[in-house]
């Protein structure tokens, strides 16, 4: 998979794209992360990417015209279709559901706004899809487009090893992770659960599954709504929530 990120800080998104599972995925050409410049495409003396924000109000405007020949640039590249991602408050929701999709794709090249954003007309012929990393607002899409890169770039087939697999991941199954544990198996800040100690691999997915099922509950009870529950984690489920209750009782009567 190839990812084009156009960018005023392309320094700063090839070390984001360097280091461990996604700088790995490069080495084994898992995935290809180039970086563009809009200063390098603007026509100016002065290399100007930015302009005031017509209507007048405080904050600068990312032009046109230097995007417009760094997408045009991205797009002559490779020869491969490229959906272009911009990454803003305004867009939907990243999700895993959305990584997956994006991860199957040969290219995609993600436009970082930097000011108070792009001129709207740009990303009406430019862009394929918007998307946020959160509501809350940063000085650059940099940090989404870092987010997306490694989102995207562990799914690649190899990238991740066998102990590492997505399989495993949060939400890949829509739930919660489920606790997890290394040696000592004793310890001052307490014991590793028996069951993940007896070797019954059954018993061990199973106390997972309920975990997951239980943090999924107390915690995201809206990825639960969003979910049909099986016969199995349902009862798995009924049982968290018997003893969580029992355990809140026992807690409110010790104090
Ligand atoms: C953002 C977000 C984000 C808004 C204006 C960049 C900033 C500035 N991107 N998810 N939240 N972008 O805050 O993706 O240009």
């Known amino acids: ?12 998104m090839r070390q984001c ?34 302009g005031r924000t017509c209507g007048g109000g405080p ?53 970082c ?18 998307l ?13 487009a870092a987010v997306i890169i490694d989102a995207v770039g562990r799914l690649q087939d ?10 495993q991941d949060s939400f890949s199954d829509g739930l919660l992770d489920c606790p997890h544990y290394a040696k000592p198996v004793h310890d001052t800040l307490g014991d590793v659960p028996e069951v993940l100690l007896s070797g019954d691999h059954a018993a061990i997915r199973r106390w997972r599954l309920k975990q997951s099922l239980g943090r999924t509950w107390l915690r995201r009870p809206d990825l639960l709504a969003q979910r049909a529950l099986d016969a199995e984690s ?5 049982e968290f929530r018997r003893e969580h209750a029992q355990q809140t009782r026992h807690d409110d009567t010790a104090h």
Do not use: C
Not at 1 to 12: E, K, N, S, Y
Not at 18 to 44: C, K
């Open 59 to 111: 904050g600068m405007v990312m032009l046109i015209q230097p995007l417009r020949d760094a997408l045009k640039a991205v797009r002559e590249a490779a020869p491969e279709p490229v959906h272009v991602v911009y990454l803003s408050p305004q867009g939907a929701r990243l999700t895993q559901g959305r990584v997956e999709a994006l991860a199957k794709m040969p290219r995609i090249a993600l436009l």
């Open 132 to 144: 946020s990393i959160g509501d809350y607002v940063l000085s650059g899409g940099e940090l989404g």
């Open 158 to 167: 190899g990238a991740l090893n066998d102990a590492q697999s997505a399989q």
């Open 113 to 130: 706004g930097r000011y108070e954003g792009v001129d709207e007309r740009l990303l009406a012929h430019e862009v394929d899809e918007e």
């Open 1 to 12: 998979m190839r990812i084009d990120v156009v960018t005023l800080f392309p320094d700063f």
């Open 17 to 50: 794209a360097s280091v461990g599972v996604v700088g790995r995925a490069q080495q084994r050409e898992l995935l290809q992360v180039e970086t563009w410049n809009p200063r390098d495409f603007a026509t100016d003396n002065y290399r100007t990417v930015d």
């Open 234 to 238: 349902r009862a798995l489920l009924d």
